[in-house]
């Protein structure tokens, strides 16, 4: 007999509480390239002559988060583009500050990298190495991830074939998008791949509204049963291929 749905060929992947617990990371993130910044501009300050106050000490923590939503909201097609929007406000907070445009361009571009490196200290969930390791014998995989974490200098990536940072397109999901490109890229049908992802509204509703199928990871939701027709509720991605075997029978 025929199957009366076509059989998953491909698998795409949010990244960001997907594959791992975000949370701690973009605090940690956060705080650390702020402090080592703070650090390294007093150390080359006090190497001029005259007074000088400290960067933290003037453009708060507050602030720099107050102003990258700011240029998030006056530069709607750079929204989602986050790489973008936090080197232009920690730029424009240097000159605020007090430094010339060429040292506040300058002190913005040494500290991206440290924002990068904190930015790649994510801690898959044990399962998931294993589990993408065992998926590739049978899916072709890709992520599709609106964080702007360098995924490629993990070695998890190695996994996937694709691999599109949305908010950089700069199309960020629930734009339809990064996930017509992953589609085209990996030649996959919308109806043989499933989306996995923890967002309702950027990872799921985008993903069946192609006619997709889509897990949707909700470890704090009760399981619903007025899900739309295409919708798998998980509460890990460790749960992902039991649904596999499920949807394969
Ligand atoms: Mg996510």
């Known amino acids: 007999m025929m199957p009366t749905t076509p059989r998953l060929r491909a698998l795409t992947f949010d990244l960001d509480d997907t594959l791992w617990d975000n949370q701690g990371v973009m605090s940690r993130t956060e705080a650390g390239h702020y402090a080592w910044l703070d650090d390294q501009l007093a150390a080359w300050l006090a190497q001029h002559p005259g007074e000088h106050r400290r960067f ?8 720099y988060q107050a102003h990258r939503q700011q240029l998030a909201r006056q530069n709607p097609l750079r929204r989602g583009d ?10 424009e907070l240097l000159e ?11 002190w913005a571009a040494l500290t991206m990298p440290r924002f990068h490196a904190w930015r790649l200290q994510v801690s898959p969930y044990p399962e998931v190495e294993p589990l993408l390791q065992s998926l590739t014998r049978q899916y072709r995989l890709a992520a599709i991830t609106n964080g702007n974490l360098a995924f490629h200098r993990l070695d998890l990536s190695r996994h996937f074939e694709v691999i599109i940072a949305a908010g950089e397109m700069p199309a960020p999901k629930p734009d339809a998008r990064p996930f017509l490109a992953t589609l085209g890229r990996l030649g996959a049908k919308p109806a043989e791949t499933l989306h996995v992802g923890d967002s309702w509204k950027e990872d799921v509703l985008p993903a069946i509204r192609l006619g997709m199928h889509a897990a949707w990871i909700a470890p704090h939701a009760e399981p619903d049963p007025t899900l ?12 992902l291929p039991a649904l596999l075997a499920k949807l394969g029978r």
């Open 56 to 63: 933290s000490d003037v453009i708060s923590i507050e602030r």
């Open 82 to 91: 986050f790489t973008w929007i936090r080197e232009r406000a920690l730029v």
């Open 96 to 106: 605020a500050f007090g430094l010339s445009r060429t040292s506040a361009w300058l």
């Open 228 to 239: 739309p027709e295409g919708v798998h509720q998980l509460s890990h991605v460790r749960e």
